[in-house]
Structures are given as C-alpha cells and as structure tokens.
C-alpha cells in the first residue's frame, strides 16, 4: 500500500515523515521489532520550512508527500536538528528541487553534512537562544549537543509552541496514527530507545530538560515515532527519571572484575587479584566468569563498576573472543577515565595483556600498567604476585577516588 499520509498539527505545521514498517534493526545494534517512523514536519510559514527530511530510501514517497502542500521551489529554510542520515539522508535531493533553500543547524551539523554530502551547502549557523524569523512565525534554537551527536539542537516554534526534537524523546516504533493518543500504548519502545541511544549521554539529558522547562510547550514533535501532542509531559518526565537512574547506577567502590578461562588457570589468577583487591580497603570485587553471563548482563556491571580488570589466556597470539565482546559495551563517553588493568595465563608467547592495555586505552580507560601475565599454571610462587597485583590496584583505585 502506498504510503501517501500527510497529517495536519496545527493550521501550519504538517507531518510528512515516513513510515518504515520493514526496518529489522536500526544503527546495526537496535532491533526494531515496532518498525520506525522517520518523521519531517512543513511549516506552512510565509517563509516556507521544512524540519528534518527522511531516510534516502524514501525519497519519492517523500517528495510526493511534500508537493501536495507546497512546490518545493518555494522552500527557504531546511532545519536539521541532527545530521545521521535517518533524518539528513534526502537532503541532497531536496536542495536540488528546492535551490533557494538554506540549511539551518548547529555549526557541528553544518561541518558534518559537508563531509556526508560532499559538497558545500548553502547554510545558517545557529547558536543557542537565537531566533529566526520565518515572516509571521519565529524559530528559536535550543542547545542540546550530544543527544546522541555533538551536532544536536532542538528548534521551538515560538507562536504554535511546538518544541522539535529528533531523537529526543523519540522512539522506533511505527503506526500510522503517528500521534501519541492513537498510535498504543509506545512505552516499552520509548525505554528501550532511551536505554540504547541516550542513555550514556544521560548527563546531557538533564541539560537539555531544564533548558526547556521555562519553554510553554503545546506539543513535541521527534524524529521517529509518536508525535508527543497530548501527553508530552510524561515522556520529559519519564527521560528525566531514566537519566537520573543512569547517573546514580554507578557505584564508587565498586571494581568489576571479569575474565576467562579454559583450563581455570586464569580462573585462579583472577581469584588472587580479587583477593588482593579486597586487602586494599573498602572495596567490592564483581567477581564474574563472562562465559556464564549474558553480554546485556555484563554490561550492567560495567555501568555500575568504577574500575574494570579483565582477565584473558593468550590463545593462538590473541585473546578470546568474550573479552572482544566486552570492549564493544565499553563506553568511552560513559566509561571514560575509569582505572582499569589486564591479566591472563599464557604458555609461550603471551601477548594477551598487552591486546587488552592498548584496547583499554584506546577506549579511554585509566589504564594503570601493561598488566599481569602468569605462564601456564599460578603455583605458590606466584599467588604472592597475583594478590600483590591485586593490592596494587585496589591502593591505585582508591587513590584515584579520594
Ligand atoms: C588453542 C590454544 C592456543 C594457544 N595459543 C597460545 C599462544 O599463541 N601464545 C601463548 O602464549 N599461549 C598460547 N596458548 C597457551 C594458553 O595461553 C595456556 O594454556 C593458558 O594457561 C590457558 O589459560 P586458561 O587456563 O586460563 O585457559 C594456547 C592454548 C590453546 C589451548
Ligand atoms: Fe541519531
Ligand atoms: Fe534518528
């Protein structure tokens, strides 16, 4: 079926987004099991605005939608509250058909669509608090950078009072209905985009709420999913209460300590280190076998934890492929500077703790030396070393946190 919905918001603004019912996951990582809607509002104003575009795949539904209310040659501004292409992917076409049009954003979003279109572009650059005037309507730019790129704003229309977000307070989910009083029940679909996109950024949420606290806001209007025309005030509300939990998740004295192990060797070791940890003070030792665990489950330890050892044998001058899983949930915007150490068993070569430091630092962990490499088995010569290994790094973290 074709898709050919336009839906009125006020006597001025539309919705000409569009609806993706196929999407399987979104950024690679996301299931999107509800589908997602890629939203692009028109503002009818005397100078003709569009907010946001759509995915590049849905370029002609899109453009048809967009004739049925103006001829694109008319368009004078194209607002981009944020540039990954979900939302900036029909921006080349559209300047085609709309010459005299300028691109509107942060300076951040302006230098990105040049390297992503590879052109220049004719643009405005706008700053927090400024204001543009549409003829009888104004925009005015709220400052929102790292939601989820340092690219973001969002716009308020002042004179309809209507606050535009893109991903903020957006979430995958698809029903043609698009506004949140018709579409169901959305919340599991709204935690779980909160969960996965802004959550790390939880810090900059807080920001950006207050920011539009003092604004009177009629209705939000994201970038994916429910148009927030009844009911904006929970989800600021429920982002305000996700981010907070966020921020308090993790915990000052706690180290996680992760490892694995074929033939327990580094099981041992990394049994003495807890140990030696626990020596240094009041400190507790997450203690987890991550073949055992779930990789969702180990990266709630990490949020929580302040400090992270991980332990690997050297197989084949590598590590294992776990330990590779666990730098993916490794956040450097949420994990950066946290003191972090590397240990493992190896037979030969031994090149474990050395892939596992540099990894650490390139993720921006406070890495505090090349590590702990015990050949084959940790007899009683060596438990001496692992537990003062251990020590050390308890003393270091709790150095690091006084
Ligand atoms: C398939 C395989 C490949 C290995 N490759 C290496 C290697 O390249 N370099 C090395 O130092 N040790 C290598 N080892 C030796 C292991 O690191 C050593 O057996 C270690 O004690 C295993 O620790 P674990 O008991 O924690 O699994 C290899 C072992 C296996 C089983
Ligand atoms: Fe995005
Ligand atoms: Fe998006």
Known sequence: MPDNKVLKITDTVSWIGALDHDIV???VVMETKFGTTYNSYFIDAEKKTIVETVKEKFWDTYLAKLQTLTDPAQIEYIVLNHTEPDHSGCL??????APKAKVVGSGNA???LKDLLGFEIPHLIVKDG???????RTLQFVAAA??????????YLQEEKLLFTCDIFGEHYCNEAMFDDAVGDFDDAFRYYYDVIMKPYSRFMLQA?????????VSILPGHGAILRTNWKKYVDLS?????EALREQEPNRVFLGYVSAYQNTGVIAGMIAEGIRQAGDIHVDFCDIEKMGMAEVEQRIIRASAIVLGCPTFSQNILLPIYQVFALINPIRDRNKLAAAFGSYGWSGEGAKIMTSAMGSLKLNVMDEG?????????DTKDKCIAYGKKFGETFLNAMS
């Open 25 to 27: 996951t979104f950024d």
């Open 92 to 97: 080349a076409r559209l300047l085609e058909v």
């Open 110 to 112: 302006i230098r990105y």
């Open 130 to 136: 400024q204001t543009l005037d549409l003829g009888n």
């Open 146 to 155: 790292n939601l989820h790129w340092p690219d973001s704003i969002m716009t």
């Open 209 to 217: 709420i207050e920011r539009i606290r003092p604004l009177d806001i």
């Open 240 to 244: 305000e209460q996700f981010a907070r």
């Open 372 to 380: 702990l490499m015990i050949k084959f088995t940790p007899h009683n």
